[in-house]
């Protein structure tokens, strides 16, 4: 324009339609953005620049007078055509809520500039041409809502919407996580939430090939490492301390090929650091079996006798002198035990297995009536050599056949130089039958019963 005077007789118009994405890119890619490629970089019908450029020649005619096109160059090379959606009248009657007949919906669509064709599905459907100029309309729910635009939305009738009630399914897997933290929580526990990446100098860990940073080079293969730095962290401000975490961790086994294989799975830890002066390691452990118990598991029980490679694995973070396996009937599901590194107080520490805690879930409980008779409790104490594990204890108490014994529970354990190096262990015994009410004599029986078994495996019965 700043080139036009009044001796100017021939003039360009230029009408021009670019690819909005192109555009965009290359203004983005080259960091240099202008007017025109503010104006090109959007998406706009191309058949509207000849209608744009007849618009100005006539304007042109209008202001100047008598103008005379010399030549017109079009150079189109992919000419934009009319997008073909096919519209099913159901489907729109059923998204608007009203019915229109089919000639009022061909009404308001030609009232828009829509071409429609004939369909062959015998009137259950219409082929809807949209004007390119129209780049908003593209799938059938476009066409539904200019249809509904122009017949008015307040002509549609308010309904309450069909809604087939049916009760949600429920993630067990979340169900289960979300009661280990309300018993863990009601026990006095605080959930913390660590990386999953680590340093390899702190546990066992899977080194990465990508490391986000230097302290972070690792994948974990347990929680315990976290909570036990945890621990650490808070030593001075808190003398007890209980954290627990739900996670996932690493591991890696042997094929059948004997290729080695790296798999995910979810593990739950927790950590207790006692001042009460009571045996950390008997807390935490009624803790674990209680958890475990609300599963409806009661076949729990601990075994000290570790495997080399469980060893290695785990000397690490536990002292493997006061550690132990945790297992439901023969089936492995974690450890608890005494934390290394400790100086001056005593931390214990659990991980379990999520995914086999879930496995032996037993989620049907069968109903079993309170007891009609009253019970009868009894106490027995009994001297071993040190070695001995209650679970022996237990397991011969329970093999003297007494039908009425319903329950035993171990309340106190105590070793100390008066005993000469032996320990002892004290029994509550609840005796109790479902069809009378058991006599004293009854009891002593029962009592001698299990007596005699005790002292065949030569334990020393106190009395």
């Known amino acids: 324009v700043s080139e036009i005077g009044p001796e100017t007789k021939n003039i360009i118009l230029q009408a021009s339609c670019f690819d909005g994405p192109t555009i965009r890119r290359a203004t983005k890619l080259l960091g240099h953005r202008t007017d025109a490629s503010d104006i090109y970089q959007h998406n706009i019908d191309p058949n509207l620049a000849d209608l744009a450029l007849g618009r100005?020649?006539?304007?042109?005619?209008?202001?100047?007078?008598?103008v005379r096109v010399v030549q017109k160059?079009?150079?189109?090379p992919e000419k934009k055509i009319a997008k073909q959606i096919k519209l099913d009248l159901a489907q729109a009657n059923s998204l608007l809520g009203v019915e229109l007949s089919r000639d009022k919906i061909i009404q308001i669509l030609q009232s828009l500039d829509f071409v429609v064709q004939k369909s062959n599905s015998g009137g259950k459907s219409i082929v809807v041409l949209a004007p390119t100029r129209r780049l908003d309309v593209v799938m059938p729910e476009d066409l539904i809502e200019e249809i509904g635009?122009?017949?008015?939305?307040?002509?549609?009738?308010?309904?309450?919407?069909?809604?087939?009630l049916a009760l949600p399914e429920i993630n067990q897997q979340a169900a289960y996580k979300n009661q280990v933290r309300r018993s863990l929580i009601n026990w006095g526990f605080n959930e913390t939430i660590n990386y999953v990446f680590t340093d390899k100098s702190s546990s066992l860990a899977l080194p990465l090939q990508n490391p986000i940073a230097k302290d972070k080079i690792c994948l974990r293969m347990n929680l315990i490492p976290g909570l036990a730095q945890n621990i650490k962290n808070n030593l001075k401000y808190f003398s007890a301390i209980r954290l627990f975490e739900i996670g996932r961790i690493w591991c890696q086994n042997l094929n059948q090929n004997k290729q080695l294989i790296i798999h995910e799975k979810e593990s739950l830890a927790g950590v207790l650091l006692s001042s009460d002066g009571?045996?950390?390691?008997?807390l935490l452990k009624g803790f674990v079996e209680n958890l475990i118990q609300s599963f409806g598991i009661s076949d729990i029980w601990f075994d000290d006798a570790l495997a080399k490679d469980e060893s290695a694995f785990l000397e690490n973070d536990f002292n493997v002198r006061a550690l132990a396996q945790i297992k439901i009937g023969d089936r492995l599901l974690g450890y608890c035990g005494e934390l290394r590194d400790f100086a001056g107080s005593i931390a214990v520490g659990f991980e379990l297995d999520l995914d086999v805690l879930t496995q032996e879930t037993i989620s049907e409980r069968m109903y079993e009536p309170l007891a009609k008779y009253p019970s009868s409790v009894r106490d027995l104490a009994i001297l071993a050599p040190p070695e001995t594990k209650v679970g022996q204890v237990l397991a011969e108490i329970n093999e003297s056949n007494v039908l009425e014994l319903v329950d035993v529970d171990l309340f106190d354990l105590y070793q100390g130089e008066e005993l000469d190096d032996k320990k002892?262990?004290?029994f509550h015994l609840i005796f109790q039958s479902s069809k009378k009410t058991l006599t004293d004599r009854e009891v002593d029986i029962f009592m001698a019963k299990i007596i005699k078994n005790l002292q065949e495996k030569g334990w020393e019965i106190r009395r």
Do not use: C, Q, V, W
């Open 424 to 426: 002892n262990l004290a």
């Open 73 to 76: 160059i079009d150079f189109y």
């Open 278 to 282: 009571k045996e950390p390691f008997f």
């Open 56 to 66: 100005s020649i006539h304007l042109l005619k209008e202001m100047t007078g008598p």
């Open 149 to 164: 635009r122009i017949y008015g939305y307040k002509k549609i009738p308010a309904k309450m919407p069909y809604i087939n």
